[in-house]
């Protein structure tokens, strides 16, 4: 990882394009690894009227949702009588990365870029591998236009962190990284943080499904099952309840839905090795396995009653959805908040990605000498303290 990271660094554009052909059998050329803008406008020629609304509606969902959370602005009087408070600025140039391995992640373009338009971001930087073609897929490249996105390269993998950190002769090098990926772009994220930031490191998806007597077992194995099909083989999937009645309904469903899934094959390979029930004694301990595990999504298919506790007790889930009618897919593509969230474990410290990740925060601070004066003795006793005399008379020189 290290010695891939270094050859981007060192050899810029010609490392990429080796590097692309190496990992990706793409064969390109410095001066096409930025895909032409008039090339994404075609692709959204290209949609259908109904994936061309459909890809709209997401997309407003999201700026809604998103435009809520908002950093704003902020100053006070503090007890000295200054005046402080905060500002907040777009980060000036992002790279997002949208995974295209083995299906176009339409839902990702949009639960990132979308993101960095709501925020103001001057300049947002996409990229995205491609295969032996060399293009990006055309549903893909529709969805990041629609989105906002008008600097895309046809660069993945590690050497696409390592040309957003480093930067080449064709690609400027960005201030933070964003985006999901496989365990070798989330490896390389992580190395090359503090060159760059970077908001999380997202792994393959989890859904933690809690239910009572109240959940729908066909709806509860559907939705187990649609986390599972994503197609890393390391997809982690949980049913919790406090009844092994609904957890054997629940399990046969699975079992009758699976032989009808085009993707079986790999659903069944998170079945065997992913796929943990759970049974417990009440929502207590319903809500203490939740917040062991962190899960990426939680469901809740629980009464009333149980639903009031858990939403009170579980503190860590990255998301969680509520009642039989919300299916994860809802929140995977159009409800609005992004679906970039923390996987294994990381909800105990992370949360999912959100449009203040896209902004700076600055405080800002503004005394007069009636203010500076109440302020001046505990200056003094801190530079005291410290043995830092010069802080001392940075204060007291200004009140002479």
């Given at each position: 990882?290290?010695?891939?990271l270094?050859e981007v660094?060192?050899?810029g554009?010609?490392?990429?394009?080796?590097l692309a052909?190496?990992?990706?059998?793409?064969r390109?050329?410095?001066r096409?690894?930025?895909?032409?803008?008039?090339?994404?406008?075609?692709?959204v020629?290209?949609?259908?009227?109904?994936?061309?609304?459909?890809?709209?509606t997401?997309?407003?969902n999201i700026l809604?949702?998103?435009?809520?959370?908002?950093?704003?602005?902020w100053?006070?009087?503090?007890?000295d009588?200054?005046r402080?408070g905060?500002?907040?600025?777009p980060?000036?140039?992002?790279?997002?990365?949208?995974?295209?391995?083995?299906?176009p992640?339409?839902s990702?373009?949009?639960?990132?870029v979308?993101?960095?338009?709501a925020?103001?971001?001057?300049?947002?930087?996409?990229?995205?591998?491609v295969?032996?073609?060399?293009?990006?897929?055309?549903?893909?490249l529709?969805?990041?236009?629609?989105a906002?996105?008008?600097?895309?390269?046809?660069v993945?993998?590690?050497?696409?962190i390592?040309?957003?950190?480093?930067?080449?002769?064709t690609?400027p090098?960005?201030?933070?990284?964003?985006g999901?990926?496989?365990a070798?772009v989330?490896?390389a994220?992580?190395?090359v943080?503090g060159i760059?930031?970077i908001?999380?490191?997202p792994?393959p998806?989890?859904?933690?499904?809690?239910?009572?007597?109240?959940a729908?077992a066909?709806?509860?194995a559907?939705?187990l099952l649609?986390?599972a099909?994503?197609?890393?083989?390391r997809?982690r999937?949980v049913?919790?309840?406090?009844?092994?009645?609904v957890?054997?309904?629940?399990?046969g469903?699975?079992?009758?839905?699976v032989r009808?899934?085009?993707?079986?094959?790999?659903?069944r390979q998170?079945l065997?090795?992913g796929?943990?029930?759970?049974q417990?004694?009440?929502?207590?301990?319903?809500?203490?396995?939740a917040n062991a595990?962190?899960?990426?999504?939680?469901?809740?298919?629980t009464s009333?009653?149980?639903?009031?506790?858990?939403?009170?007790?579980?503190?860590?889930a990255?998301?969680?959805?509520?009642?039989?009618e919300?299916?994860?897919?809802?929140g995977?593509?159009?409800a609005g908040p992004s679906h970039?969230?923390?996987?294994?474990?990381?909800?105990?410290f992370?949360?999912g990605?959100?449009?203040?990740?896209?902004q700076r925060?600055t405080s800002?601070?503004?005394?007069d000498v009636?203010?500076?004066?109440?302020?001046?003795p505990?200056v003094?006793?801190?530079?005291?303290m410290?043995?830092l005399?010069a802080?001392g008379?940075?204060?007291s020189i200004?009140?002479d």
């Amino acid at each position: 990882m290290a010695g891939i990271l270094a050859e981007v660094r060192e050899g810029g554009d010609r490392a990429v394009v080796r590097l692309a052909a190496r990992f990706d059998g793409a064969r390109l050329k410095p001066r096409t690894l930025r895909v032409p803008e008039g090339e994404a406008r075609a692709a959204v020629r290209q949609l259908t009227p109904a994936q061309r609304r459909s890809l709209r509606t997401a997309r407003a969902n999201i700026l809604a949702f998103n435009r809520r959370g908002l950093a704003r602005d902020w100053s006070m009087r503090n007890p000295d009588g200054a005046r402080v408070g905060e500002k907040h600025d777009p980060i000036r140039r992002v790279g997002i990365y949208v995974p295209g391995g083995q299906v176009p992640l339409v839902s990702s373009a949009l639960m990132t870029v979308t993101l960095a338009v709501a925020a103001g971001c001057p300049e947002i930087a996409v990229f995205t591998p491609v295969g032996r073609s060399g293009k990006v897929a055309p549903s893909l490249l529709a969805a990041l236009h629609l989105a906002g996105a008008r600097e895309i390269y046809c660069v993945g993998g590690v050497q696409a962190i390592g040309a957003m950190a480093f930067g080449t002769k064709t690609i400027p090098a960005v201030d933070k990284v964003f985006g999901p990926g496989n365990a070798f772009v989330c490896e390389a994220k992580r190395q090359v943080f503090g060159i760059v930031g970077i908001d999380s490191l997202p792994g393959p998806s989890e859904l933690m499904v809690i239910a009572d007597g109240t959940a729908n077992a066909r709806f509860a194995a559907a939705d187990l099952l649609a986390q599972a099909e994503h197609g890393s083989g390391r997809e982690r999937i949980v049913l919790v309840s406090t009844s092994k009645g609904v957890i054997g309904r629940i399990q046969g469903e699975i079992q009758k839905q699976v032989r009808e899934l085009s993707r079986s094959s790999k659903i069944r390979q998170v079945l065997r090795d992913g796929f943990l029930s759970v049974q417990v004694s009440n929502a207590e301990e319903a809500a203490q396995v939740a917040n062991a595990v962190a899960p990426e999504h939680l469901e809740l298919l629980t009464s009333p009653k149980a639903t009031a506790s858990l939403l009170k007790s579980v503190t860590t889930a990255g998301a969680i959805l509520v009642g039989n009618e919300t299916p994860t897919a809802l929140g995977d593509f159009t409800a609005g908040p992004s679906h970039v969230l923390p996987t294994g474990g990381a909800g105990r410290f992370f949360s999912g990605l959100r449009v203040a990740d896209f902004q700076r925060r600055t405080s800002v601070l503004r005394y007069d000498v009636g203010s500076l004066r109440r302020a001046a003795p505990v200056v003094a006793e801190f530079s005291a303290m410290e043995c830092l005399d010069a802080h001392g008379r940075s204060v007291s020189i200004r009140l002479d």
